[in-house]
């Protein structure tokens, strides 16, 4: 069931100069749902591939113009469609041929005359390693996406995080001599220093609050915020 689901949603281009060939290969997987475009020659292949995305390419070598290598190596190298994978349609199955056919970039290699069964099997087998890979690169993007998201949220809570402690940073100017040595382990943190002066008393207070990153973070915040309200609000001291 899960192949019919498939085969039913793959598109396959067929690039072949005998019209004899792309009658049969057609027949073959149309009638198994597949939606199948046809090339007579590699330019006419090339132009398809520009203007709509396939899963899968049948594709001969010998063929008048561009013969199958070039267009091969075009696919590949043209970034929007170097991930289709390639099937070269051939006669020969010598092992150079074999070797040659894999280096130019094909996955596989369908031989003439075509077996049915063997045909729909290497098609099969391919349009499936495409969809895995289509699937997982858009798990990919996803998680990508949502790092993101989460990255930025961060950055953004670590400015908020620095401007509060920056109120601080302004009061150093009371002490005539100082240094800092501010390190969080992360982009956020839960220590943070505060400094004031209360008539003629210099309050300083260098916190550590449970945690690291955001529920540090959000601890140092309040830690600065009571001490804003007990100590300048409320004249605790």
Known sequence: MQQDI??????????????????????????????????????????????KEFDLILLDIMMYGIDGFEVCSRIKENHNSSEIPIIFITAQTDSDSIVKWFEKGAVDYITKPFIKNELLARVSTQLNIKRTKDQVNNYLKDIEEKNKNISDSIEYASYIQNAVISTSENNLRILPEHFIIYLPKDILSGD????????????????????????????????NTLLNEIILGDHIQ
């Open 6 to 51: 498939i085969l039913n949603q793959s598109s396959v281009l067929v690039v072949d100069d005998n019209v004899k060939n792309l009658q049969i290969l057609g027949g073959i997987l149309q009638n198994e749902g597949l939606q199948v475009e046809f090339a007579i020659d590699g330019i006419s292949a090339l132009s398809w591939i520009e203007n």
């Open 192 to 223: 943070f220093y505060w400094i004031n002066k209360i008539e003629d008393k210099v309050i300083i207070a260098v916190m550590d609050c449970t945690g690291h990153g955001v529920p540090g973070a959000l601890m140092s915040i309040l830690g």
